[in-house]
Structure formats: structure tokens, C-alpha cells
């Protein structure tokens, strides 16, 4: 259904997000975690289209020629206080989606019942607290069938039968073909909707796993996403290896779950031909259109890079180094 390509984001001197790609298939559920400042609320924003990356591309593959025919939901982590009732506002947004007032009103009826709002349609939702806001945040976003809706923390305000109510919902939706792309730091309640749990840090991505439901144990596998997707790329695709050296624990595990990063091999510690100083390396194999980024990844943490080469995927496989396997190698720093 869609692809992230590398997309950075820049705001005003911040580097929000960092080389991000990831591959979602049509009618995925996928939760993003991550704290606060990761970069969330900015890839879901960029996914909507509401914002446009600094470099890097959002490509969809659905099948739609027009992006009006596509329809996408939208939970903002916050909602204004409107002079507007609920009933005026969803019935304009009703037909800014070219919806029918029949049609609008039957949907609107449906989810205030849900909610427990009739009481509150005709209302002015300038005096409305935060858990009613977020109920017409959540209608708005559902009123017009979505192929994909987004969700910014749309647990917020809401008291526990809301909650459970809006799991249901969306555990309905997704079987009925909508994708979902959720953030929530009260996640456990969403885990249950879940496919897939993507994890950013610092404008990151340092996890991506796929929660694989085995009925006959009545437990969950978590498969790595990330390396199903590092391998199948790996076997065709443009690399390049990058060998450093000076690299910290923290680093080695940006690099490791760096979406371009393929694997990394370590060298057992090696004298230098010049100086006969012993150095520990790490080799890294990289999609070449990332090593870039990688290598800045590299140089901000202080680490040293001795040398970076273009490799085939042909000759990577007979030519791969086997991990603690020595060989000589003179660096110069």
C-alpha cells in the first residue's frame, strides 16, 4: 500500500526524522512507540500529507491514480475547542468529503450512540472537556469509511468505556480492510489491534517486529520485520561496505537497527602496519543510497572511518567476511 523511502525531516536546524523507510502492505495495523521528540507524531503527519519530508519519498501503491479517491482518517493528538456544536461540525466535514446528508447522518448517528453523545450533538463543544473533544476528534476521522486512518494518542481523555469501545471499533474496521497507524503511550490496550510495533528513537527506526498470533499454543511470536526486509532487499539490491573503527556500544545499536544497514561483522583486533597498534573495526554493509547517512551516523558519534567500498551483491556473497575472522587490514587514522 505504501513505502517510505529514506525520508528525512528538518525543522528549523532539528534533524526530527533520520533516513526513515519502511514498506506497509495494504490493510496493515501497525502501532509506533517510541518517547516523546522520537518522531512520531511528524511520520504520521507525513503520511497523511500534511507535511512534506525534507528529502526522501511517501509512495503509494494502492492502485489510485488521483489522491482525492484515496481516503485517510486523521486522530490529531489535539483537538480545538470549536464554536460549533458536534452535529454542525460533522455534518460540514460530512460534506467536504462529498458525502450525502443521509449518509451523514446515519454514520454520525451510529458513532454518537457508540460514544454516548447524544445528549451533547447540539451543544457548543467550546465548554466540552477533553474526553468529549476526543470523541468528536474520533467521529470526524470515521465518518467517511477510511482505506487508512491514522491515530495520534486517541486514547487520550477518554474514560475506560470509550476506550474499550474504540478497541472494538477498530479491531471491526481493520477486519473489514482498513489499515490503522497508531500512536499511543497507553498502548496496552492496543496491542490487541496490532499486527506490527515499529519503534523510533531519535528520528530512528531501532524496531520493527510483527506479532505472528499462534492459535495452537495461544501465544504470540514476534518476527523481526526489519530483517525479513534487510535480507530480501540484500539478495538484488546496490551496497556498499563501510569499515570503522572506534565504535561504541550505542552506536553499534543505531547501526544495527538502521533500516539501510544489512549486518555488521566485527574484525578480531588488528596491528596497524605503521604503527603496530592493535585497532578493533567493525565492517558494515550498507543499500548504497543510505551509507551516506550511515556515515554521518558514524562521524557524529566520534567514531573513525577507514575506508568505504561498492560492492555487487554477487561478490558480497563470495567475497563476505566471516564474523571475528581475521584479516589484514591497515588503517590510518
Known amino acids: 500500500m505504501l513505502t517510505i523511502e529514506q525520508v528525512h525531516k528538518h525543522y528549523d536546524g532539528s534533524h526530527v526524522l533520520k533516513g526513515i523507510s519502511m514498506e506497509v502492505p495494504r490493510g496493515q495495523s501497525i502501532l509506533f512507540r517510541g518517547e516523546n521528540g522520537s518522531g512520531k507524531s511528524t511520520l504520521l503527519r507525513m503520511i497523511c500529507g500534511l507535511l512534506r519530508p525534507t528529502s526522501g519519498h511517501v509512495r503509494w501503491m494502492d492502485g489510485f491514480e488521483k489522491e482525492a479517491q484515496r481516503v485517510i482518517g486523521y486522530v490529531p493528538e489535539r483537538f480545538p475547542q470549536l464554536n460549533m456544536s458536534p452535529y454542525e461540525y460533522l455534518m460540514a466535514m460530512g460534506r467536504i468529503q462529498r458525502m450525502s446528508d443521509h449518509d451523514i447522518q446515519s454514520r454520525m448517528d451510529e458513532l454518537i450512540g457508540l460514544f454516548r453523545m447524544e445528549s451533547y450533538r447540539n451543544q457548543r463543544m467550546n465548554g466540552f472537556s477533553k474526553g468529549m473533544l476526543q470523541k468528536v476528534n474520533l467521529v470526524q476521522a470515521m465518518l467517511r469509511k477510511p482505506d487508512l486512518l491514522v491515530l495520534d494518542e486517541p486514547l487520550s481523555g477518554l474514560d475506560i468505556d470509550a476506550q474499550r469501545k474504540l478497541q472494538q471499533l477498530l479491531i471491526e474496521m481493520h477486519r473489514e480492510g482498513t489499515a490503522l497507524m497508531m500512536v499511543c503511550h497507553e498502548s496496552d490496550l492496543l496491542d490487541s489491534v496490532a499486527e506490527r510495533i515499529i519503534t523510533l528513537e531519535r528520528g530512528l527506526v531501532v524496531g520493527d517486529d510483527e506479532l505472528v498470533d499462534v492459535s495452537e499454543s495461544g501465544v504470540e511470536r514476534v518476527e523481526s520485520v526489519a530483517q525479513k526486509m534487510k535480507t530480501m532487499r540484500a539478495e538484488s539490491a546496490s551496497r556498499s561496505r563501510i569499515v570503522c573503527c572506534r565504535v561504541g556500544e550505542e552506536l553499534r545499536r543505531l547501526l544495527n537497527a ?20 592493535k585497532t578493533h573495526c567493525i565492517s558494515i554493509e550498507v543499500l548504497t543510497p543510505a551509507s551516506d547517512d550511515v556515515l554521518r551516523l558514524i562521524l557524529a558519534a566520534a567514531g573513525s572511518v577507514v575506508s568505504v567500498q561498492q560492492i555487487s ?8 567476511i566471516k564474523e571475528n575472522e581475521e584479516e589484514e587490514l591497515c588503517a590510518s587514522h
Open 258 to 277: 538502521y533500516e539501510g544497514v544489512i549486518m555488521l561483522k566485527s574484525y578480531e583486533e588488528e596491528e596497524d602496519c605503521e604503527t603496530h597498534c
Open 313 to 320: 551483491a554477487d561478490s558480497a556473497k563470495s567475497t563476505g
